[in-house]
């Protein structure tokens, strides 16, 4: 209990948003949540774990989406996913978890719609079958640089006041979204502070893939120390490329030291 007020920054509806200009390679302008806005600091606290399409959620991935009313959020959701109708057994269970609605049978087998789609990857998650998936090469990569953006412009304004933890604890193989979760993937580790959200992020990363991973987890490779436990959950993933384009943007910088406390 810290006794600190809960405070919905973009308001109840959504709609208390500020435009920050970032003048950056996918967005001019970012929708930031505008009491984060308005705030003169922050302490952003983040549980690292694992994500199905960025590899890895962190502090930048935490300012980034938990920063953004819905239409920041869904302006950096840009890969849409596409069913593959020779893996697909017609089962359903994509449709039930899909928030818009976006999903139907034709003929046997699932039918997404990208107009209603947002992109919020849930369906592949819970598709057994991996029927459903994304174009890897163009779309995801993009997809971290809109992320780093977006964390670029919570940021801004306040980059000298920003304190970071992250809790590497219960490292879980994905994302706090999702309404059901899985066994740890690594022993826990601790937690982590910095006034760097790539520093923090970057050692967040090598600590877990220093770990030994759990046998007895989604971890299907990767298991030995040194290794991207991120992508021995899900092997396409390619999580560092968040702190390479948020230290290209100016956000911070990849070294770290390590001070144990
Ligand atoms: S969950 Fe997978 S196999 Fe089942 S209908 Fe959806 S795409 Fe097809
Ligand atoms: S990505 Fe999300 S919104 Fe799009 S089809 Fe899948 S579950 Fe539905």
Redesign the pocket.
């Known amino acids: 209990m810290t006794g600190a007020p809960v405070i919905i920054a973009d308001g109840l509806s959504g709609k208390n948003i500020t435009h920050v200009p970032i003048g950056k390679k996918h967005f001019s302008t970012v929708s930031v949540a505008g009491d984060i806005a308005a705030a003169d600091s922050m302490i952003v606290l983040s549980h690292f774990k694992g994500h199905i399409v960025s590899g890895f959620g962190g502090a930048l991935k935490n300012l980034a989406m938990g920063c953004a009313p819905p239409e920041g959020k869904r302006a950096q959701?840009n890969a849409?996913?596409f069913s593959i109708a020779e893996k697909c057994t017609g089962c359903g269970s994509?449709i039930e978890?899909?928030?818009?609605?976006?999903?139907c049978i034709e003929k046997g087998t699932s039918v997404?719609?990208?107009e209603?789609?947002?992109?919020?990857?849930?369906?592949?998650h819970v598709c057994t079958a991996h029927a459903?998936d994304i174009d890897w090469v163009t779309e995801i990569p993009e997809f971290m640089e809109r992320m780093v953006e977006y964390a670029y412009g919570a940021t801004k304004g306040k980059e000298k006041k920003i304190g970071y933890m992250n809790f590497l604890i219960r490292i879980t193989p994905d994302c706090d979204c999702f309404p059901f979760s899985d066994a740890p993937i690594v022993p826990d580790i601790g937690i982590l502070a910095s006034l760097d959200p790539v520093a923090i992020d970057t050692a967040s990363f090598d600590l877990v893939n220093q770990q030994q991973g759990y046998t007895d987890s989604l971890l299907t490779t990767h298991h030995h120390k040194g290794e991207d436990k991120f992508k021995g959950v899900h092997a396409q993933t390619d999580g560092f490329r968040q702190c390479q384009y948020a230290e290209e943007v100016g956000m911070g910088n990849r070294a770290y030291d390590l001070i144990k406390i």
């Open positions: 959701h849409r996913p994509c978890v899909c928030p818009k609605a976006a999903i997404i719609d990208k209603l789609c947002i992109g919020c990857f849930e369906c592949m459903i």
